[in-house]
């Protein structure tokens, strides 16, 4: 596994003359996973963002003011996490007149944890 890892790497700095068409999508695409994963490990490296996303896992959807009486924060600091959460595609946003629900892009979130669990093993 190491070695192989390591292979990749030193194949990310050849020139793209060097490697193949297949071997270049194959940079990208890994290229694109790990800026995907960086957005994702970054809004769950929070502890109240986590506490958000637990939060929502035993709900189908929650609005603003319900999760900040959960945690105990107050409504821009729920916001202001819960626009992270978004930015990071962790979870989906509904509007219901002047409400905004807020729910787990469970697709997104297995998805993601599943591709970067394949190039680790």
Do not use: W
């Amino acid at each position: 596994m190491a070695k192989n890892l390591l292979q990749d790497f030193r194949r990310v700095g050849e020139t793209s003359a060097t490697l193949s068409l297949r071997e270049r999508q194959g940079v990208v695409a890994r290229d694109e996973l790990i800026d995907d994963a960086r957005y994702v490990f970054r809004a769950l490296a929070d502890q109240n963002r986590l506490r958000i996303i637990f939060s929502l896992s035993g709900c189908r959807e929650l609005n603003v003011r319900s999760i900040c009486e959960l945690l105990e924060l107050n409504q821009p600091a729920v916001s202001h996490h819960l626009k992270t959460l978004l930015d990071a595609g962790l979870v989906l946003r509904r509007k219901n007149g002047k409400q905004n629900l807020y729910r787990l892009d469970s697709a997104k979130i297995e998805s993601t944890f599943s591709q970067f669990g394949k190039h680790l093993s």
